[in-house]
Nanobody, 125 residues
Framework: VQLQASGGGLVQAGNSLRLSCRFS????????MAWFRQAPGKERMFVAA???????LYADSVKGRFTCSRDNAENTAFLQMTNLEPEDTAVYFC????????????????????WGQGTLVTVSS
């Protein structure tokens, strides 16, 4: 599996960005897709995830502001981020994990074997 994240940049607080994660190498429909972020000096933290059929999961800190989705025809996952805050500044990573009905929590870093290279999001106040 190869993952290519894109879409990061510098924005002012209150604005929006959309991240994309292009998936290749396996059947996209068999994978959960997730977004994590890592701020300088901090651990990598769960942001959002989307299962193959489109049901989603969010961290409390982004619920209502971020939307995670996927386009199975385009093998791409998205993270639409609105009303961005300086606290959202981080490197954002997309990740993929084989779908299992009773598998490990999608909120855990350890669940994912496949990671993209990260894209930097900087939100200025």
């Amino acid at each position: 599996v190869q993952l290519q994240a894109s879409g990061g940049g510098l924005v002012q607080a209150g604005n929006s960005l959309r991240l994309s994660c292009r998936f290749s190498g396996r059947s996209f429909n068999n994978y959960n897709m997730a977004w994590f972020r890592q701020a300088p000096g901090k651990e990598r933290m769960f942001v959002a995830a989307v299962r193959p059929k489109g049901d989603t999961l969010y961290a409390d800190s982004v619920k209502g502001r971020f939307t995670c989705s996927r386009d199975n025809a385009e093998n791409t996952a998205f993270l639409q981020m609105t009303n961005l805050e300086p606290e959202d500044t981080a490197v954002y990573f997309c990740a993929a994990a084989w779908f299992e009905p009773f598998g490990s929590s999608l909120r855990l870093v350890s669940t994912y074997r496949n990671w993209g290279q990260g894209t930097l999001v900087t939100v200025s106040s």
